[in-house]
């Protein structure tokens, strides 16, 4: 019988047993997809993450990233927690700079030591389909009055892509409750499966915005935070400047209503229709053990 190494992290936490939770799988490329898919099953994590080799690839580390229902081309927390493990395991010091090669391209994480916030720089965004207030609301269970139509309702990817929904309270947001009929009608049409719900209204005055995410289709009802989407919100952000203007550097919190407090940070800017994307926060090992194959 083999087996092989793995961690667990919390990502984007606020200590211990807050963030995110991802289980990290090292030297990993002799594991067969399918085999991948049944540990992404059985851990039950909205991610794993499965790091193939220790030797770089094309300046990068190939990762293979499994929700518990299918791979997926990029992710957000899966992204920091897995370059976590990449500095402290097997680069074994501190760096400033690392390069995760996943299917949706290289994606690089860079190190604030004294801050101890790892930082992802998201691919270009794209802009994709509007979608109708009227069939969102139903999805979400929500009055329409609930929604802020000053802003659009559009799926957005930086690499996985999902559907961003201004809301115009906090109210709004812990009034969420997905019709789970109508959310598969809804992404019957869509390039995106999630859904982010966001509102300028915070549990904590230290924070500028509160987000929730949806992602059934992949087997995560709701998750305690997602870097992927909040790539594309800070993307959203500058094109419509919701914050009148361009530019912003903001605390994102997440996962209060599942009881995971998470906390992200996001940077963007719009520059002559061309805009750069970084989420960040801390990662916290909590475990590492043997799985056996």
Same mark, same amino acid.
Request: glycine fraction near 6%; proline fraction near 4%; hydrophobic fraction near 35%.
């Given at each position: 019988?083999?087996?092989?190494?793995?961690?667990?992290?919390?990502?984007?936490?606020?200590?211990?047993?807050?963030?995110?939770?991802?289980?990290?799988?090292?030297?990993?490329?002799?594991?067969?997809?399918?085999?991948?898919?049944?540990?992404?099953?059985?851990?039950?994590?909205?991610?794993?993450?499965?790091?193939?080799?220790?030797?770089?690839?094309?300046?990068?580390?190939?990762?293979?990233?499994?929700?518990?229902?299918? /791979? $997926?081309?990029?992710?957000?927390?899966?992204?920091?927690?897995?370059?976590?493990? @990449? &500095?402290?395991?097997?680069? *074994?010091? #501190?760096?400033?700079?690392?390069?995760?090669?996943f299917k949706a391209g290289q994606i690089p994480?860079?190190?604030?030591?004294?801050?101890?916030?790892?930082?992802?720089?998201?691919?270009?965004?794209?802009?994709?389909r509007i979608l109708n207030s009227n069939q969102?609301? /139903? $999805?979400?269970?929500?009055?329409?009055?609930?929604?802020?139509?000053?802003?659009? @309702? &559009?799926?957005?990817?930086? *690499?996985? #892509?999902?559907?961003?929904?201004?809301?115009?309270?906090?109210?709004?947001?812990?009034?969420?409750?997905?019709?789970?009929?109508?959310?598969?009608?809804?992404?019957?049409?869509?390039?995106?499966?999630?859904?982010?719900?966001?509102?300028?209204?915070?549990?904590?005055?230290?924070?500028?915005?509160?987000?929730?995410?949806?992602?059934?289709?992949?087997? @995560?009802?709701?998750?305690?935070?997602?870097?992927?989407?909040?790539?594309?919100?800070?993307?959203?952000?500058v094109k419509y400047r919701y914050f009148d203007?361009?530019?912003?550097?903001?605390?994102?919190?997440?996962?209060?209503?599942?009881?995971?407090?998470?906390?992200?940070?996001?940077?963007?800017?719009?520059?002559?229709?061309?805009?750069?994307?970084?989420?960040?926060?801390?990662?916290?090992?909590?475990?590492?053990?043997?799985?056996?194959?």
């Amino acid at each position: 019988m083999g087996k092989i190494d793995y961690s667990i992290v919390d990502v984007f936490s606020q200590g211990k047993y807050t963030g995110n939770q991802l289980a990290v799988f090292k030297n990993a490329e002799n594991i067969s997809s399918r085999e991948m898919q049944q540990i992404a099953k059985e851990i039950n994590y909205s991610e794993t993450t499965f790091i193939l080799s220790d030797t770089k690839k094309d300046n990068g580390y190939d990762v293979r990233i499994f929700t518990p229902n299918e /791979e $997926v081309p990029f992710a957000g927390h899966p992204t920091l927690g897995t370059a976590y493990i @990449i &500095q402290n395991e097997i680069v *074994g010091e #501190p760096i400033e700079k690392l390069v995760l090669n996943f299917k949706a391209g290289q994606i690089p994480v860079s190190f604030d030591q004294q801050e101890e916030i790892l930082w992802m720089e998201q691919n270009q965004p794209t802009f994709g389909r509007i979608l109708n207030s009227n069939q969102v609301s /139903e $999805v979400l269970s929500l009055d329409k009055e609930y929604i802020d139509d000053r802003f659009p @309702i &559009q799926e957005v990817s930086t *690499g996985l #892509p999902v559907i961003i929904v201004p809301l115009k309270s906090l109210e709004a947001v812990k009034n969420v409750r997905i019709n789970k009929e109508k959310y598969f009608e809804l992404i019957e049409h869509t390039d995106a499966k999630a859904i982010m719900v966001f509102s300028p209204e915070t549990y904590s005055d230290n924070n500028h915005l509160n987000v929730r995410d949806f992602a059934d289709y992949f087997g @995560i009802p709701e998750d305690a935070a997602t870097g992927s989407a909040n790539g594309c919100l800070a993307s959203y952000l500058v094109k419509y400047r919701y914050f009148d203007k361009g530019e912003i550097n903001i605390r994102v919190e997440q996962g209060y209503e599942i009881s995971r407090p998470s906390l992200l940070f996001l940077r963007a800017n719009d520059e002559n229709d061309k805009i750069r994307v970084s989420v960040g926060g801390k990662v916290e090992k909590i475990a590492q053990g043997e799985w056996f194959l």
